[in-house]
């Protein structure tokens, strides 16, 4: 009788305890299902009611009470222009930085730029953002060019937001590589340069271009820099300072007023969708990636 | 789990069911003057509870007649259709005008041009007319750059159904998430044109008469100034007028001179007292 008492009191903490750390180990994922699912069911409405027209269409009028349409065809755009803009910059300048640190800084230098880049990329984006709008978008007066808010200087901000988190990466990346492979390909005779470019860089490619991804990846979902600065019109771009409205800005923009339950709304909660699939797919396609270089 | 979620479930069940003694709801225009009106009135009187929606003027109706609002927060004034609802259910609405919204347009001090047509406006705002050259010869061959406001906002609404006419805005017009940002735009870009709730108007900028009029307080409470119109809030009155209650309070303090002072706060024009 009592020992059966003490076994149920037992297996109660037991359970409890158990069930409070699976609780806790699985939260991750129970919020990522949870959040997934809500979205999904979210932008149904707008699949059902707009359907096709949210691809095929550009024009972005969800306000409009006569003849409301719903085209993200121009913010899609809008988003990946930017993001492959900034990726042109931002991919070069990381990997620059990262292959002077692993290569070439001396320690005093390493401290310094380390510092410098874990301080920078504490900067929160809403101060860029205000930067790129008070100080940097007026200058484009001066080259003649009236359109202040545009992709060049989003992007240019983007590219600030970024390039500690790429450079960070890629130098982990680098710094990941057997020290035996340098000293190797030095010993055989090549230049600092070589070794660093062909051979250790070769061998941290699945680390880079991890970075790379998880770069891309951050710069799409990025709101508040483009927000400020991108213009807010949602038009196909034909040149660097055109405007565009981005579909993070966009949903930032537009949630806070939206009628709960309505098209637009809907809408909305599909762009943040197409948003997330895309971070999905460069996730996977991360994860692939070292998989795949796992024996380097 | 499941327990957990249900006391969840429980407390959010009970935070619904106690909010809210007193609901408006309606147009996003009326919506900052409201807030702002209900940030006092909860000094004053810290008991009273409001909850505020912004979903546009139909909506405040809709829920007027549902019985889901006290009062109806409008940018416009009541449609045929709903007072033939009205007197079919046998209800009866009152309004109180409690401000005017004004809108102005603006554009960079260095801009020659004084007067705009609802005409040009309107070229300028589909996408018809593209440089300034086009407006008036004397003026530089440059392109318009045009700001609007979030297509949310009530100024974009009164704009939208006064200006646009039912036309569709051109997409190239440059959205910004503030006024004030707005106006420092106009200030520092000398082909930019704008509009704006006509309290937020400074000495940055230059106001540009409409039609040959000038947006001020008196021409805006009289609508001489096109890019006018009264806001209204609407209170049931079916069971007799509300004397007492949370209701009257809040009108009471709004036609006050401290709330008419909120009303232009809010970027607006207020009825009375002026």
Redesign the interface.
């Known amino acids: 009788m009592d020992g059966e008492k003490k076994l149920t009191a037992r297996t109660l903490k037991y359970h409890l305890n158990t069930?409070l750390i699976n609780?806790i180990a699985f939260s991750g994922i129970i919020i990522l299902v949870i959040l997934t699912s809500f979205i999904i069911n979210e932008s149904i409405p707008a699949l059902t009611n707009v359907g096709a027209e949210l691809f095929t269409s550009?024009?972005?009028?969800?306000?409009?009470?006569?003849?409301p349409e719903f085209g993200i065809l121009?913010m899609l755009v809008g988003s990946l222009y930017i993001t492959g803009l900034t990726a042109l910059f931002v991919l070069p300048l990381g990997y620059i930085i990262a292959f002077f640190l692993f290569e070439y800084a001396s320690a005093s230098e390493v401290r310094v730029i380390k510092s410098a880049i874990d301080l920078l990329s504490g900067v929160p984006s809403v101060i860029i953002g205000a930067f790129m709008?008070v100080y940097v978008a007026?200058l484009s007066?001066k080259l003649n060019i009236?359109?202040?808010?545009n992709i060049l200087i989003a992007s240019l901000g983007l590219t600030i937001l970024s390039l500690p988190y790429t450079a960070s990466l890629m130098q982990e990346a680098m710094q990941s590589v057997d020290r035996s492979l340098k000293e190797g390909a030095l010993a055989l005779g090549s230049t600092r340069l070589t070794a660093g470019f062909k051979v250790v860089s070769r061998a941290a490619i699945s680390g880079i271009l991890n970075a790379v991804i998880l770069t891309v990846n951050r710069i799409i979902g990025e709101t508040m820099v483009v927000?400020?600065v991108s213009?807010?019109?949602?038009?196909i771009p034909r040149s660097l300072f055109d405007?565009v409205?981005p579909l993070t800005a966009t949903i930032a923009?537009?949630m806070?007023?939206?009628?709960?339950g309505s098209v637009h709304y809907s809408v909305l909660f599909f762009c943040g969708l197409i948003l997330l699939v895309f971070s999905f797919l460069l996730t996977i396609s991360a994860r692939l990636i070292i998989s795949k270089n796992k024996h380097v | 789990m499941r327990k957990a979620l249900l006391v969840l479930l429980m407390i959010a069940v009970a935070l619904i069911g106690f909010a809210g003694t007193m609901a408006i709801k309606g147009s996003n225009t009326v919506f900052p003057v409201s807030q702002l009106w209900i940030e006092e009135l909860k000094e004053m009187y810290p008991d009273i509870e409001i909850t505020l929606e912004g979903a546009g003027s139909t909506t405040g109706f809709t829920a007027l007649f549902n019985g889901t609002a006290d009062i109806a927060n409008t940018s416009r004034w009541i449609k045929d259709k709903e007072l033939d609802r009205m007197n079919e259910e046998g209800k009866f609405f009152i309004p109180f005008v409690v401000g005017y919204d004004g809108i102005a347009i603006v554009v960079n001090k260095d801009n020659q041009l004084d007067n705009i047509t609802v005409e040009q406006l309107k070229g300028i705002y589909t996408g018809k007319i593209t440089r300034w050259s086009q407006l008036n010869p004397n003026l530089p061959n440059q392109p318009i750059i045009f700001y609007t406001r979030n297509t949310a906002s009530g100024t974009y609404e009164t704009f939208e159904g006064k200006i646009l006419n039912g036309e569709r805005m051109d997409p190239r017009a440059r959205m910004v998430e503030s006024t004030q940002l707005e106006i420092d735009s106009i200030a520092q870009n000398p082909y930019a044109i704008a509009y704006t709730g006509y309290g937020y108007v400074n000495d940055k900028v230059k106001v540009l008469t409409l039609e040959g009029i000038m947006p001020s307080i008196e021409t805006i409470l009289t609508s001489e100034y096109y890019l006018s119109r009264p806001l209204f809030m609407w209170v049931d009155a079916t069971d007799g007028f509300p004397e007492t209650g949370d209701v009257k309070r809040y009108i009471t303090f709004g036609l006050s001179k401290r709330g008419q002072e909120l009303v232009d706060q809010a970027g607006y024009v207020g009825a009375y007292g002026k």
């Open positions: 069930t609780t550009v024009y972005w009028y969800p306000t409009n009470s006569f003849d121009a709008l007026p007066f009236y359109t202040p808010e927000l400020m213009g807010g019109a949602a038009i405007p409205k923009s537009e806070g007023e939206v009628a709960t």
